[in-house]
């Protein structure tokens, strides 16, 4: 018999997620975290947004998981005390040429079953004066959520359900046996290993390792990962109330897009950017020479900001299965038996909506493991 039923592979918010729904179900139940704290990296680095399932391919995962998320997250929150607010969301359109993407970006959303408004240029400044447009979405279901107090949430629900959480914890060598995988593991510079009946590979930034390590060739697979970085700039208090909502441009293929975030104090930010980062290095500085290529962009939504205005924030590091210049690609969530690893489970490219859709996730990595 196997030392553990399932071995979860991170502790950040979808690793968390996943351990909360299959603790009840699954005994023992490890979670291994390679940092002191749980939700040490993309988990604690984004824009912390709720997002309605507007941008992502009718049936795609994104788009499923995202829709169905956000309407868990909102129950979560509201049961539990999760620090949240629908502060809602419009998509401007800067000018006349955009209007058909914009009308395009409806269209999508709409088809994944987000509740959407259009509106025109006038009915867009009634409710943001302050802001450049030529029309807009609107999306009344969109909000801003503590995504420390949803790791926090999920945590506590796993270990209430029986998981055991190791910290300070790096798989470095993960084998199948006949029945079971055996997993080696590195802490404090001492080897041991210990045996487990399925694996479910949430690691985030380092998913492809871990897949490479049960012996999948990532590259053949499709699997592999690409850095991409993303900083953000602040905005001095007395900026608070020149949106009151979330902010967002029509978006080109790369991202989202730079946009408007009052987070849940009310502190005004503008993020991220899209710079793939050529090594695997964990560089999450803001360099001041961003600055004006951040205020152009800026300009683009409130056109009364200054360079000198904006103060470097934060950044954070995103998973994504695309290289420069390729199309998105859709979350990899996978039941490996084909590859000769059955109750494997992989989670890569979890890069956004990945926050709003973290319960669904954990369902449907439920659903995959019965």
């Known amino acids: 018999m196997a030392d553990a039923a399932v071995t979860v592979v991170g502790a950040g918010v979808v690793g968390l997620a996943v351990a909360a729904e299959l603790a009840a179900r699954y005994s023992p139940l490890y979670v291994l975290e390679r940092y002191p704290k749980y939700g040490h990296e993309t988990s604690s680095r984004n824009s912390e947004v709720i997002h309605a399932g507007i ?91 503590s995504a420390h107090g949803l790791m926090d949430y999920f945590y506590r629900a796993a270990r209430n359900g029986g998981a055991e959480v190791q910290m300070r914890c790096t798989v470095v060598a993960l084998e199948r046996r006949q029945a079971d995988y055996l997993i080696t593991i590195e802490e404090g510079g001492q080897l041991s290993s210990f045996s487990s009946e399925r694996v479910v590979n949430a690691a985030g930034l380092e998913a492809d390792t871990v897949a490479a390590l049960a012996g999948i060739d990532v590259r053949e697979a499709g699997y592999q990962l690409h850095y991409c970085k993303g900083c953000y700039f602040s905005l001095p208090p007395t900026y608070a109330s020149s949106v009151r909502r979330l902010v967002y441009p029509v978006p080109n293929e790369n991202s989202l897009g730079v946009h408007a975030l ?109």
């Open 262 to 370: 009052l987070d849940l104090g009310g502190r005004l930010k503008f993020g991220p950017d899209v710079e793939y980062l050529e090594s695997r290095t964990l560089d999450y500085t803001v360099p001041e020479e961003k600055r004006h290529a951040f205020a152009e962009s800026v300009r683009r939504i409130l056109p009364h900001v200054k360079d000198e205005d904006l103060t470097p924030d934060m950044s954070g590091i995103r998973p994504k299965l695309q290289a420069p210049g390729e199309p998105p690609r859709d979350f990899i969530i996978a039941e490996e038996s084909e590859r000769g690893l059955p109750g494997f489970v992989n989670l890569i490219g979890i890069e956004s909506p990945g926050l709003t859709a973290s319960p669904a996730i954990a369902r449907h990595v439920a659903q995959l493991l019965s």
């Open 55 to 145: 941008y992502y391919p009718e049936n795609s995962l994104k788009a499923r998981l995202c829709v169905e998320g956000k309407k868990l997250l909102y129950t979560l929150c509201d049961s539990h005390g999760i620090p949240a607010q629908r502060i809602t969301k419009v998509i401007s359109a800067r000018d006349a040429s955009e209007l058909p993407a914009l009308e395009a970006l409806f269209a999508r959303g709409t088809a994944n079953g987000a509740e959407l408004e259009m509106l025109s240029a006038s009915e867009v400044r009634e409710l943001e004066p302050n802001i450049v447009t030529a029309g807009g979405i609107f999306s009344p279901t969109t909000g801003i959520i």
